[in-house]
């Protein structure tokens, strides 16, 4: 079952920094926290992952608490395409198996 | 590098009627995924290969769906008979595998059972 507590929306204006909260308070110091986006009628897709630092990736950055129970996906700087379900997913290294919760619907608006 | 090839893209049956869906994972990625999305919700994990073993199949509705991975390459899904709610996006994944690596999705094919 999902692990992870999402909004289930929002809004964000085009060019400006997208900001996506995840809750995972229940973590366990061997989960890692992952994010994938789902662009309508398209399959999930990868962003990025961390287990406790900070990541960044040419498509966003990923900040974990230090206490590892949340995070917060940003997208620099948004575009129209960037509308999109965004799922944050806690998953155990060994095993592979991703657990999509409803996620959020982030719509970037000009 | 290409991508998780599905086929068909939509599809469009009667209740009780059978269904494949077939998929093509990128080359080298030994584990396979299948993956049940209805309208609103999130993927659901179906059935997972490793080569052409099964992982776990603990999701898979076993009286109605199978898959097979015969010689650890693609993959087929189907459903037989189909019921009203098996209408959902069917999508295929692959990863290098077993354990830490990425998954990469393909574009999912929709079933609508009437």
Known sequence: DAKTTQPTSMDCAEGRAA????NHSTISGNEYVYWYRQIHSQGPQYIIHGLKNNETNEMASLIITEDRKSSTLILPHATLRDTAVYYCIVRVQYGNK???G????LRVKS | EAGVAQSPRYKI???RQSVAFWCNPISGHATL???QQILGQGPKLLIQ??????????????DRFSAER???VDSTLKIQPAKLEDSAVYLCASSRDF????QYFGPGTRLTVL
């Not at chain 2, 290969?49 to 076993?62: A, R, W, Y």
């Not at chain 2, 354990?99 to 990425?102: F, K």
């Open chain 2, 33 to 35: 995924y299948w993956y």
């Open chain 1, 98 to 100: 991703l657990v999509f």
């Open chain 1, 19 to 22: 900001n996506l909260p995840c």
């Open chain 1, 102 to 105: 409803a996620g959020t619907i």
């Open chain 2, 70 to 72: 015969l010689k650890g």
């Open chain 2, 13 to 15: 049956i009667e209740k």
């Open chain 2, 49 to 62: 290969f490793q080569n052409n073993g099964v992982v776990d199949d603990s999701q898979l509705p076993k």
């Open chain 2, 99 to 102: 354990d830490t690596d990425t």
